[in-house]
């Protein structure tokens, strides 16, 4: 069982920068894939980054160049720096953790709305 939790998400002009920060706390964090999804009112939920275990990454062509996965496995964190943000970016942030064969968790949620 692992339990997250976001931070980070708030109010930002459009060009501005937010930094979303992910705890997990229960099974062992560094054999799962970490990633970030987001979903917008009226949208289906989409990847935004993801980090495996070994540090690969992936992100949505819609946010390469303004948003950065990372993960530090000594604190259990995953965090997104996003930059440039654009009012399309406006959704609420999911933070996830998968590992196979059939372990996916999800946490909470966090709003960010870049809004001039």
């Known amino acids: 069982q692992v339990q997250l939790v976001e931070s980070g998400g708030g109010l930002v002009q459009p060009g501005g920068s937010l930094r979303l920060s992910c705890a997990a706390s229960?099974?062992?964090?560094?054999?799962?894939?970490m990633g970030w999804y987001r979903q917008a009112p009226g949208k289906q939920r989409e990847l935004v980054a993801s980090?495996?275990?070994?540090?690969?990454?992936n992100y949505a062509d819609s946010v390469k160049g303004r948003f950065t996965i990372s993960r530090d496995n000594a604190k259990n964190t995953v965090l997104l720096q996003m930059n440039s943000l654009k009012p399309e970016d406006t959704a609420v942030y999911y933070c996830n953790a998968a590992r196979l064969p059939n372990r996916n968790y999800w946490g909470q949620g966090t709003q960010v709305t870049v809004s001039s």
């Open positions: 229960g099974s062992i964090f560094s054999s799962y894939a």
């Open positions: 980090i495996t275990s070994g540090g690969i990454t």
